[in-house]
């Protein structure tokens, strides 16, 4: 199935310890995305890559290091987990930037969650 | 601060009726506008998107755009249960000069829909 994945589902750990959500989309996609959905249901983007280049990097802290291998692979990797890090994960892909390229299909979600 | 206002709800409404969610976004060089539906510990899909002042019909769903008013909404006719969901108003900054902004989607908080059988 053409699809947007992700792996792992469901991530617990420990404060201080590294961890990496992979992401992969087959739709032929340019541009991918990570956000983050807080306890309160807020989706806010983090990251944005299109043809593996950074287009977007809203205000997150550098723990956090996107890695785009190819154009279809944007993987997440967090250092130095915080509790606050505690959120649900989204990987997203579009065509494109702009306009009706810019409509965005999500990814499963990774549940992480930091203790 | 480019923001993206909607009502939390829960908005309830009686199976059959017309439910009405409202988005309204605070950056006038906002070009496109998405509602996606989100089930409870599911992903974002999307329902719609809308590009032009008026109306666009999908089925039981029509979206609204009034670009002066920056305002958007989401109608969803014959309400049914399986429409219980949040849903999630989604504009794309791409606007002139905004450099690195270009193509973001922002998203509202979203309102949570409950339709009663």
């Known amino acids: 199935d053409t699809a947007v994945s992700q792996t792992p589902k469901y991530l617990v750990t420990q404060m201080g310890n590294d961890k990496s959500i992979k992401c992969e989309q087959n739709l032929g996609h340019d541009t991918m995305y990570w956000y983050k959905q807080d306890s309160k249901k807020f989706l806010k983007i983090m990251f944005s890559y299109n043809n593996k280049e950074l287009i977007i990097n809203e205000t997150v802290p550098n723990r956090f290091s996107p890695k785009s291998p190819d154009k279809a692979h944007l993987n997440l990797h967090i250092n130095s987990l915080e509790l606050g890090d505690s959120a649900v994960y989204f990987c997203?892909?579009?065509?494109?930037?702009?306009?009706?390229?810019?409509?965005?299909?999500f990814g499963p979600g990774t549940r992480l969650t930091v203790l | 601060q480019k923001e993206v206002e909607q009502n939390s709800g829960p908005l309830s409404v009686p199976e059959g009726a017309i439910a009405s969610l409202n988005c309204t976004y605070s950056?006038?060089?906002?070009?496109?506008f998405f509602w996606y539906r989100q089930y409870s510990g599911k992903s974002p899909e999307l329902i719609m998107f809308i590009y032009s002042n008026g109306d666009k019909e999908d089925g039981r769903f029509t979206a609204q755009l009034n670009k002066a008013s920056q305002y958007v909404s989401l109608l969803i006719r014959d309400s049914q249960p399986s429409d219980s969901a949040t849903y999630l108003c989604?504009?794309?900054?791409?606007?002139?000069?905004?450099?690195?902004?270009?193509?973001?989607?922002?998203f509202g908080k979203g309102t949570k829909l409950s339709v009663k059988p």
């Open positions: 950056d006038r060089g906002s070009q496109s």
């Open positions: 989604a504009v794309n900054l791409r606007g002139i000069g905004d450099g690195g902004s270009q193509g973001n989607l922002i």
């Open positions: 997203a892909s579009s065509q494109g930037l702009s306009g009706s390229y810019n409509e965005q299909f």
